[in-house]
């Protein structure tokens, strides 16, 4: 899989790659490139942004911009899924996570501040795409949840009994994952359920699929 983000903020994505579990999986089954706006921008110092038409605080990311990396890094942008990180978007769940972990290929574009001008989310981008009902200062937080989400369903990036058990996995039936405990059986009077030390892995079992549903359905 091949994933490209646009930024401002290359060197913001520096700490991701360098955990797991993606820095399992780059270089053999993840393909991530990074690319800065401003070395592909048309304007001169190096500028990327402009005041908004109609007044207001803030500057917004230009779409002669955005349509200059475009064209220098793909050319033809072909059926290239491109998905613009922005508020107003389709809410990141598991299902739309599991959907990009099947693609080839896709680019995240992120923005600073006031976002994109509306064109580049109009007539660039194929999807946009929100980790949720809230602002931040950029899109590359975003665009780190949208990897690591995506990253982690890479074969290699996690150990499969890990995953097994973890929250929307078809172990738990695509529900929440139980309640997990660990040493010691008992801190300040709060003692771990007796089911998860009675050895008896079948009545283990059973709790935890009745916890995760009790969870997913509250």
């Keep these: 899989m091949q994933i490209d983000v646009f930024t401002l903020l290359p060197h913001a994505f ?6 797991r579990p993606l820095a399992a999986v780059l270089g053999s089954e993840l393909d991530l490139r990074l690319w800065n706006y401003r070395d592909f921008t048309p304007l001169t110092g190096g500028q990327v942004d402009d005041e908004p038409y109609g007044g207001g605080a803030g500057m917004i990311l230009r779409v002669d911009v955005v349509d200059a990396a475009l064209e220098a890094v793909y050319g033809d942008l072909g059926s290239r899924r491109i998905l613009a990180l922005t508020p107003q978007g389709r809410q990141l769940n598991q299902e739309l996570v599991d959907e990009l972990a099947r693609e080839e290929a896709f680019t995240l574009l992120s923005a ?22 809230y602002v931040l200062s950029g899109g590359e937080l975003p665009a780190m949840v949208v990897l ?5 369903r890479q074969p290699g990036a996690m150990r499969a009994e890990s995953a097994m058990y973890e929250s929307f996995s078809p172990s738990l039936e695509g529900g929440l994952e139980f309640p997990q405990y660990t040493r010691p059986a008992e801190f300040r009077g709060w ?8 050895g008896d ?10 916890q995760s549903r009790e969870r997913t359905l509250s």
């Design 14 to 19: 520096s700490w991701l790659t360098e955990q």
């Design 112 to 133: 600073r501040f006031e976002g994109f001008d509306e064109r580049v989310v109009e007539h660039f981008a194929t999807d946009a795409v929100s980790i949720g009902p």
């Design 148 to 152: 690591e989400a995506v990253g982690r």
């Design 191 to 198: 003692r771990v359920p007796e089911v998860l030390l009675s």
């Design 201 to 210: 892995h079948a009545r283990i079992d059973s709790w935890r699929k009745e």
